[in-house]
T-cell receptor
Framework: AQTVTQSQPEMSVQEAETVTLSCTYD???????LFWYKQPPSRQMILVIR??????QNATENRFSVNFQKAAKSFSLKISDSQLGDTAMYFC???????????FGTGTSLTVIP | KAGVTQTPRYLIKTRGQQVTLSCSPI?????VSWYQQTPGQGLQFLFE???????NKGNFPGRFSGRQFSNSRSEMNVSTLELGDSALYLC????????????FGDGTRLSIL
């Protein structure tokens, strides 16, 4: 079975500062994908970033980057230059190499303070 | 290109009733997955449909069922509603090929009185 753990229920950061959200997972799979999704109050889940487990290079998308440690089964998200629009719930998710099913963590509520 | 459309946006039902939720995927997408989101259990996978066939199923009771039509639109049905079924129900669509990006709708907020 796959499990995803986000140990920080709530976090806050000052506007323009950097924040890191933690995520660990457990799986016996060797090939898989990891994701960070953002869910603002509008409810729609928005893909922030995606990492392929067989790639050693950490994924980056503009202000968003990950620190992927496969051996430690850790997948943290770093948000640089935080903006008010980053305020949202952030979910870490796992997907096997084959199949379309997400396994989500419980989420981290991030508030960006002006 | 239109996004994933879920209807209705809000729904209020009473215990024992049944409900049908609808999801229209992005044009060309053949896979539709359904998730239940609650404060206590988080996001849990219900099932996935691909080309009108259920391809994968989560651990939910038989009261939860779904189907997919030839135009890839999907419906989810919950019978004999319980208070614990109150949740945000999200659907996601994709091309259906393994690990293609999935796009979520805005969800249907179901409240059971």
């Amino acid at each position: 079975a796959q499990t995803v753990t986000q140990s920080q229920p709530e976090m806050s950061v000052q506007e323009a500062e950097t924040v890191t959200l933690s995520c660990t997972y457990d799986t016996s799979e060797n090939n898989y994908y990891l994701f960070w999704y953002k869910q603002p109050p509008s409810r729609q889940m928005i893909l922030v970033i995606r990492q392929e487990a067989y790639k050693q290079q950490n994924a980056t998308e503009n202000r968003f980057s990950v620190n992927f440690q496969k051996a430690a089964k850790s997948f943290s998200l770093k948000i640089s230059d935080s903006q008010l629009g980053d305020t949202a719930m952030y979910f870490c998710a796992f997907m096997k190499r084959t199949g379309n099913q997400f396994y989500f963590g419980t989420g981290t509520s991030l508030t960006v303070i002006p | 290109k239109a996004g994933v459309t879920q209807t209705p946006r809000y729904l209020i039902k009473t215990r024992g009733q049944q409900v049908t939720l609808s999801c229209s995927p992005i044009s060309g997408h053949r896979s539709v997955s359904w998730y239940q989101q609650t404060p206590g259990q988080g996001l849990q996978f219900l099932f996935e449909y691909f080309s009108e066939t259920q391809r994968n199923k989560g651990n939910f009771p038989g009261r939860f069922s779904g189907r997919q039509f030839s135009n890839s639109r999907s419906e989810m049905n919950v019978s004999t509603l319980e208070l614990g079924d109150s949740a945000l129900y999200l659907c996601a669509s994709s091309l259906g090929v393994d690990n293609q990006p999935q796009h979520f709708g805005d969800g249907t907020r179901l409240s059971i009185l």
